[in-house]
């Protein structure tokens, strides 16, 4: 090994490997290449629906028997307005490029085979990996000589040489950079927008060696028109746990801007839309709260192993406690807009809209709103819940606030943006996501108050 490459820490290459990444470049570059994609949710099923359309013949893993019998049918489980989905989904299953099961053995020929599970940290904040170990456990015994293993999931950097390397060896009794190739391409997409995304932004393609980042750059240039980064492992770890804590920090100043606003008699619309004038600034939306499978989450993965060695950590956890406050804040403007109507919270009927934690998207993982309507509960109001993505809060938002003492937004679905407000005839109206643009407007006859407005 050259000296240069020990700068940068990259792991001894074998010359007998360079053959099998060779072949692998080759049939990848011909769309001769199986693909195997383990973990069907948001992520993995737009991905192997994408590269199924590229021309490549695409195997996926998902433990959910009732999800792989509606994906082998053509259906898409996900609820939401994803566009093209559905579509691409039954168009590939119908020409026979994707099939999906239950079973690890349908692997076994793959050359290339992507992990699309949940990786959640739990109450303390610490990486929880059980499906991650068990996908690889899964893998290890069927693992073809010489295929690439990339983790597409968002992990704590390190994860793949503490966790993944060595579990993937011991699985499948074969040697990193010789029986089996290494890579991590975190995802970088948003519900409502999965196809786009992972067509039109660019990923990072974090390889065990600078030849492996080289092959996933091949490989994801079939489905991915924006740029394709090469880095090492820990790089691609380090960017995308950071750029969603820099999102969640940037939140977090909002949110509180929004409170100063709410104290001093300020707008923190007015406010942001003339900070933004300003060159470089881009102030974010204050809102009710944020929710989601990663940007709860992945601040904490990034900041886990440095806390772990005794690294202050200060501001990540900072803007976390914002955050998570919001839905509570949510109901500490309801009680007092209840108030001021001469209602009390306790015995009151409150109807809330949206339950998923993003706009126009069935997603509900992490959701503001389950913090909120437990909130409500525990203070004796009775909670009625409208979503129209989520199965089982779905009906007629008009019919649902007949009778209810106050309405709260924490959602801005479409169809919120467009209800006439009169037709709810509520005496209050709590506004999280400013889908009351113009209250006087809008909501004349009723008692209005919302996040950073006076």
């Known amino acids: 090994m050259s000296e240069k490459a020990k700068c940068r820490g990259n792991p001894p290459w074998f010359p007998e490997a360079r053959g ?3 072949t692998l470049q080759s049939k990848i570059a011909a769309q001769t290449a199986r693909l195997g994609v383990i973990g069907l949710g948001y992520v ?9 359309e590229a021309g490549f013949d695409v195997v996926g893993v998902d433990i959910q028997a009732e999800r792989v ?6 259906v898409s489980p996900i609820e939401g307005d994803e566009p093209g989905l559905a579509a691409l989904l039954a168009e590939v299953v119908r020409n026979g490029s994707l099939r999906v099961t239950t079973d690890y ?9 992507t992990i699309n ?3 959640p940290v739990d109450e303390n904040h610490v990486p929880r990996y059980v499906a991650l170990r068990n996908a690889l456990r899964s893998l290890g015994p069927v693992l073809k000589e010489g295929a690439l293993v990339i983790v597409e999931s968002t992990i704590a950097p390190g994860t793949m040489a503490r966790v993944v390397k060595p579990l993937l060896e011991e699985s499948s009794g ?6 089996f190739f290494l890579g991590h391409c975190p995802e970088r997409v948003m519900p409502g927008k999965l196809l786009a ?10 390889g065990e060696t600078p030849e492996t980042a080289a092959v996933m750059i091949a490989l994801y240039r079939h489905i991915v028109a924006a740029e394709l980064d090469p880095a090492d492992c820990v790089t691609a770890e380090l960017v995308k746990t950071a750029e969603n804590a820099y999102r969640d920090v940037n939140i977090a100043f909002a949110n509180e801007v929004a409170l100063i606003c709410e104290a001093v008699g300020g707008n923190v619309w007015r406010v942001r839309e003339l900070v933004n004038k300003s060159p470089g600034r881009n102030m974010l939306k204050p809102g009710a709260g944020v929710g989601g499978h990663c940007i709860p989450k992945d601040p904490w993965l990034l900041a886990y192993e440095a806390r772990e060695k005794g690294t202050p950590i200060r501001l990540i956890p900072a803007a976390r406690a914002v955050n998570e406050s919001m839905p509570l804040h949510m109901v500490e403007l309801l009680e007092s807009a209840l108030a001021e109507a001469g209602q009390e919270l306790a015995g009151s009927r409150i109807l809330v809209l949206g339950y998923a934690y993003l706009e126009n998207s069935d997603d509900t993982r992490n959701s503001p709103s389950a913090v909120l309507v437990a909130r409500l509960r525990t203070l004796s109001a009775e909670v009625v819940i409208h979503d129209p993505y989520v199965p089982g809060y779905q009906g007629d938002v008009v019919e649902m606030a007949q009778g209810c003492d106050a309405v709260v937004v924490m959602v801005g679905h479409e169809e919120y943006r467009k209800l006439d407000w009169n037709t709810l005839h509520t005496p209050v109206l709590v506004d999280g996501r400013r889908v009351v643009t113009d209250p006087v407007r809008q909501a004349p006859e009723t008692l209005f108050c919302g996040i950073g407005r006076p």
């Open 20 to 22: 099998r990444v060779n």
């Open 44 to 52: 993995g099923l737009p991905v192997a629906c994408l590269f199924a």
């Open 69 to 74: 019998e509606k994906l082998n049918a053509g």
């Open 105 to 113: 053995e349908a692997l076994q020929d793959c050359d290339v085979v």
């Open 117 to 119: 599970v949940e990786t």
């Open 174 to 179: 074969k040697r990193a950079n010789v029986g």
């Open 197 to 206: 995304n992972l067509r039109g932004v660019s990923r990072v393609c974090g």
